[in-house]
């Protein structure tokens, strides 16, 4: 494609055929929202990618890496690079005493890695079964189900410096993991694009049944098997799948409250929902969000879905516009009920970013 840089340029030429203009992010976002990427390339190999960012920066474009896209909310054309992370290899090794050390490339499917898991007999990461999504980003946002985090298994990510294209690692103790949140999704955003990660799996391990909606579900002695298989049935009822109905998850956090409100709270709405969370209490925003009357409400084209209120759908709108209405219309009204700040889950693109 004719790019409107210099083609006489060697480097420009030697990557640009990997390059296309103005091409619609609707099939990489699971919302299926359409807007433009002005320039757009996918990336399957390390050197692959390290070539594309040589060229971002060669020519002072921003860069912005997607992965599964399950946990973006695009709301406006892109303008640079957009990189589509499809990177791919897994490998085991097993490690003295009890444990498997497993290396994952950072576009590998998330599900699929779970599946291969528990296949090989390997615990650690079976509660974390059909989260959509690459592997690349379950450390971005610490993804976490029935009990468990990434962050709890997550050994080392190597990253990719996307200034100086220097490879590295980093140890999971260092990405500042907290509820759905690490230095991924902040200070280290325009800096870093992770291109591995390693688990640290147990061959033999006691299974966590601890969260409520998981332990009712199993019939019988729970095993490795059975915990996935009960992790893919209770979510495939309360999360829509995006390949039906377009969504990215939860689209709010669940707001932590410090125990006098949860005690002012608890005292108005009596069945109020909410869990221990260090010296705090974590409330159920689908909980919220359903008593205040918006499960299964419509708005324009999107609306919030009918068996689970914490997840926001798109039915048919092709811009986010909608959605970000609907969005700051549950916020007020939970702020006006509860006195409770939703904080939105999905990271948001195009990045604020210094960086051009
Ligand atoms: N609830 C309601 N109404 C609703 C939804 C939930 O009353 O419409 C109440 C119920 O009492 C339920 C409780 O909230 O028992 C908790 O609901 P659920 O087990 O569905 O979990 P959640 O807190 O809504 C979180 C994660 C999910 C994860 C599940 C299971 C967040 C933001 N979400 O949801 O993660 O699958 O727990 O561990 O923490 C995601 O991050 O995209 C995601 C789907």
């Known amino acids: 494609m004719k790019m409107r840089f ?23 976002n699971t919302f299926r929202f359409d807007y433009l990427a002005e320039y757009f390339a996918i990336a399957d190999s390390l050197d692959g990618l390290k070539a594309l960012l040589a060229w971002a920066k060669h020519f002072k474009q921003a860069v912005t890496i997607i992965g599964g896209g399950s946990n973006l909310l695009i709301s406006a054309d892109i303008t640079g690079l957009v990189i589509i992370n499809r990177l791919t290899g897994i490998s085991s090794r097993e490690q003295a ?15 699929q890695v779970v599946k291969h898991v528990v296949e090989q007999g390997w615990y650690g990461i079976e509660n974390l079964a059909l989260i959509p999504g690459t ?39 260092d990405c500042g993991f907290a509820y759905r949140d690490s230095h991924f999704k902040g200070q280290w955003k325009d800096l870093l694009i992770i291109t591995c990660v390693e688990l640290s799996l147990k061959k033999r391990s006691e299974l966590l049944l601890s969260y409520g909606g998981l332990s009712d579900r199993i019939e019988g002695k729970a095993s490795l098997q059975s915990v ?16 039906l109905l377009a969504n990215s998850g939860s689209f709010f956090k669940n707001p ?76 007020q009204s939970i ?17 604020e970013t210094e960086e051009h």
């Open 6 to 28: 210099n083609t006489e340029d060697a480097f420009a030429l030697r990557i640009e055929n990997s390059i296309q203009e103005n091409v619609s992010l609707t099939n990489y």
């Open 97 to 111: 005493g009890n444990l498997v050390s497993l290396t994952v490339s950072s576009g590998e499917n998330w599900h």
């Open 135 to 173: 592997a690349g980003a379950a450390p971005v946002q610490n993804i976490g189900a029935y009990g468990v985090e990434i962050k709890d298994v997550l050994a080392r990510v190597q990253v990719i410096n996307r200034k100086t294209g220097d490879v590295y690692w980093i140890n999971g103790r």
């Open 228 to 243: 996935f298989d009960t992790v893919c049935h209770v979510r495939s009822e309360k999360l829509p799948d995006p390949s």
């Open 256 to 331: 932590i409250v410090n125990s006098a409100q949860h005690h002012k709270l608890k005292e108005q709405f009596p069945n109020l929902v909410s869990f221990p969370f260090d010296e705090n209490f974590k409330l159920a925003a689908g909980w919220l969000i359903e008593q205040a009357g918006w499960k299964g409400k419509h708005y324009q084209g999107v609306g919030v879905y009918d068996k689970q209120a914490l997840v926001l759908v798109n039915h048919s709108e092709t811009k986010a516009v909608p959605l970000l209405e609907l969005e700051a219309q549950i916020k």
């Open 335 to 351: 702020w006006n009920r509860y006195g409770v700040k939703l904080e939105r889950e999905p990271v948001q693109l195009p990045l």
